[in-house]
């Protein structure tokens, strides 16, 4: 089982990113998905959510209009697409089943920093 985040880097503010997470191991169709972070010295947070079949999103008020989670089931893949970037946004990226709804879920992977600045 294995979760592989990437697609972070630098960006200028009000700038956009689009971060991947690949899955294997499982089988992703079956289950939500979420996105987190977790910026230097505060607790992890949920970002976005997206059900199994993609027909249902949910979003962190922080984000709400400026990110979109999708995923490609055929790819098992998920993505969050971010625009209107802010230097708040800083954070390591990380992608997981949602565990609000599974009693099952990997272990965390690496993730992906974001760094938002000037």
């Known amino acids: 089982v294995q979760l592989v985040e990437s697609g972070g880097g630098l960006v200028q503010p009000g700038g956009s990113l689009r971060l991947s997470c690949a899955a294997s191991g499982f089988t992703f169709r079956s289950y939500a998905m979420s996105w987190h972070r977790q910026a230097p010295g505060k607790e992890r947070e949920l970002v976005a959510a997206?059900?199994?079949?993609?027909?249902?999103?949910d979003y962190a008020d922080s984000v709400k209009g400026r990110f979109t989670i999708s995923r490609d089931n055929i790819k098992n893949t998920m993505y969050l697409q971010m625009n209107s970037l802010e230097p708040e946004d800083t954070a390591v990226y990380y992608c997981?089943?949602?565990?609000?709804?599974?009693?099952?879920?990997?272990?965390w992977g690496q993730g992906t920093q974001v760094t938002v600045s000037s």
């Open positions: 997206i059900t199994s079949t993609g027909g249902s999103t």
């Open positions: 997981n089943v949602d565990r609000r709804k599974h009693r099952w879920y990997p272990n």
